[in-house]
């Protein structure tokens, strides 16, 4: 792509801007203003444009929303701002479009290494831009990406332990974002993870990070983003180092529509010599990876097409129909597979996902192939132009679906074809599950594994009473049901649920009433001793309560914070801060919370206990007061 003349360019930039900021105190002008320089890498206009709409909007408007995310943009540009001190510029041997549904196949790795979605990542596991998980024949450890219970994509990792493999762990706490990571790709040797990123510091977009690992902390280090041109204002992802060690590889959607992407080939450089790009229209020319000189000069394909306006729409065009034409495909191999394992199935909520996944694939089909006529369409029109000009082109040499290998665009460089593998599906350790002591009525009750009554106001609603103990069946699917026995009469007493005010056990006694209890009853506890309802109702409406906040401390050993108690920990703590600090002797300490419940801040601390780590406190950290 021929570069725009870089005076024009920044005039226009500075045009614009200048135009935004002194006709408008529109802050919805300025902000595209702004949009239009960081997309363009002029970080400098930018975060002029996004600063004069802050100032504007904090000023006159009630919209919290928009003012977050206005900073948010800022960011990115004041990052990018700083990034560009950090530029490299690589030679590029060969880059090519390809469908964003199989794009990572070209990658000159082993041969169905690539697997679709598994026990890994679960079944209908959707992402715009990770597509299968990397693990080659043999492997002993697997890192993926997988979405959490919020639907935000971590990396884990699981390793085989004899026949099994261990319980999926996060890595630690600098590799969690508030987004996605995707694409864990680890180096050869081991020691240097490439991952993508939505979340950390970066220029908007996926950016291209790189952790590596310390033998000092044993740990991976806190990641850092590789900067321009691997990173850009687009998304970027994929980053390889070829096992021959002459090619770097990643992949971007910068230039492209949005069911493809560009796979770019780089000449490997082990010692990149970065400098700071300040001029954005260089910049840019940078991140715009055009072929080097050396790539045109070795490749004979490069001359053996006239430099015609009309060659290279059709060259442009036939990329744009072939990356239709694989989506397509993709879609119907994709709709055949799940029609016959809905088939097949007779699980309700499997055939329920089933039954989303294949309306969704329907509804894709026929716009694709209406945008698949049309590029088709003008295709032959470009074709037909050529052919006016006397020059002949065989498109079934290129657009045949067969093809595995594409010659990367004006280079020699041949883009190879891989085979995926089949569904990873691997025998795992299962995690060590805490018992659910809130209220709730199933299939099947459950007995409390503690029948001790917690601290502070307490209402329980009374079942029944036994002369022997009951059964899992008695309790009609309710759960926390805790025994007790009185000594003096043989009498076994169950009473269900732990609710803190009168007002939420009294809204579950007609459920439990309606389960077959019909002479349930509340009863009442201050501190665990039992009391009259009326004694506890009294106190909970006349006393002021503390409602302490609470956070795990620990000091793990030597080895430091290994990847079984960091998962663990995640686990059972899911949506806590885990902060970790240096003190000044060198010991490294982490802290979890904040929790409102002390009892799950002790049934955290009792977890890390049992994993062998004997310096764990729970500590007070503040309290708001309430008055009932």
Not at 163 to 186: K, Q, R
Not at 439 to 457: H, L, M, R, W, Y
Not at 564 to 593: C, F, N, P, Q, W
Request: charged letters at 25%.
């Amino acid at each position: 792509m021929k570069s725009a003349n870089p005076t024009h360019y920044i005039l226009s930039l500075i045009l614009l801007l200048s135009s935004a900021l002194s006709f408008a105190q529109s802050p919805d002008s300025l902000v595209a203003s702004g949009d239009v320089a960081h997309m363009n890498y002029a970080f400098d206009y930018a975060v002029k444009a996004y600063s004069e709409a802050l100032s504007i909007m904090e000023k006159d408007s009630t919209d919290t929303l928009g003012i977050r995310l206005l900073k948010d943009k800022l960011l990115l540009s004041e990052n990018g701002r700083n990034m560009r001190k950090f530029t490299y510029s690589p030679a590029v041997v060969a880059r090519h479009r390809f469908s964003i549904e199989d794009f990572y196949l070209y990658y000159p790795l082993p041969d169905k290494s690539w697997r679709p979605s598994s026990n890994l990542t679960g079944e209908g596991f959707a992402h715009p831009f990770h597509k299968a998980t990397y693990a080659p024949e043999g492997a002993e450890r697997i890192f993926y990406s997988a979405a959490d219970h919020e639907g935000i994509c971590n990396i884990y990792m699981t390793e085989l332990e004899d026949s099994l493999w261990s319980v999926p762990a996060f890595l630690n706490e600098h590799m969690l974002s508030a987004a996605d990571e995707i694409y864990p790709m680890l180096s050869p040797d081991g020691r240097t993870l490439y991952f993508a990123s939505k979340g950390l510091y970066g220029v908007g977009g996926y950016d291209i990070y790189m952790s590596e690992w310390s033998d000092e902390e044993n740990d991976w280090a806190e990641p850092v983003n590789m900067g321009f041109p691997y990173s850009s204002p687009a998304d970027d992802f994929l980053f390889v180092n070829s096992p021959d060690g002459h090619y770097t590889m990643f992949a971007s959607n910068r230039e492209c529509s949005s069911d493809s992407v560009y796979v770019y080939v780089l000449e490997y450089d082990s010692l990149p010599v970065r400098k700071e790009v300040n001029d954005p229209e260089h910049l840019r020319r940078i991140a715009s990876l055009e072929l080097s000189e050396t790539s045109l000069k070795e490749s004979g394909r490069a001359s053996s097409l006239p430099e015609d306006a009309n060659i290279r729409r059709y060259v442009d065009k036939m990329n744009a129909v072939r990356a239709l034409r694989d989506s397509v495909n993709f879609y119907q191999n994709s709709l055949e597979d799940e029609r016959n394992r809905f088939a097949l199935s007779n699980d309700v909520s499997e055939r329920v996902a089933l039954t989303d996944i294949i309306l969704r694939h329907e509804s894709k089909i026929p716009d694709l192939k209406k945008a698949l006529d049309k590029e088709i369409s003008e295709l032959q029109e470009i074709e037909m132009d050529l052919l006016f000009n006397g020059i002949t082109i065989n498109p079934e040499e290129i657009l045949a679906d067969t093809d595995r290998e594409v010659v990367g665009d004006a280079t020699s460089y041949v883009f190879t074809k891989m085979d995926a593998g089949e569904p990873l599906v691997l025998a795992m350790k299962q995690p060590q599950k805490q018992f659910d002591y809130s209220f709730k009525i199933e299939q099947v009750g459950q007995f409390a594994e503690d029948n001790t009554i917690p601290s502070g106001i307490v209402y329980q609603i009374q079942i029944f009473s036994s002369k022997s103990k009951a059964s899992v069946k008695s309790l009609r699917g309710l759960s926390p049901v805790f025994e007790k026995r009185y000594p003096n009469t043989g009498t076994y007493v169950y009473r269900v649920g732990l609710f803190r005010t009168y007002n939420d056990v009294i809204s579950k006694l007609n459920a439990v009433k309606k389960a077959g209890f019909r002479g349930a009853f509340i009863v009442a506890y201050i501190d665990g001793e039992e009391v009259k309802v009326a004694s506890a109702r009294n106190k909970e409406h006349t006393v002021v309560v503390e409602e302490h906040l609470y956070r795990v401390s620990f000091i793990p050993g030597e080895d430091g914070l290994d990847q079984t108690l960091s998962a663990g920990i995640r686990m059972r703590a899911a949506g806590k801060d885990m902060a970790r600090s240096e003190a000044s002797e060198g010991v490294t300490s982490y802290a979890v919370g904040p929790f409102s419940d002390k009892r799950q801040a002790e049934e955290l601390a009792d977890f890390i206990k049992s994993m062998g780590v004997s310096e764990v406190s729970v500590d007070i950290i503040g309290n708001t007061t309430l008055n009932k």
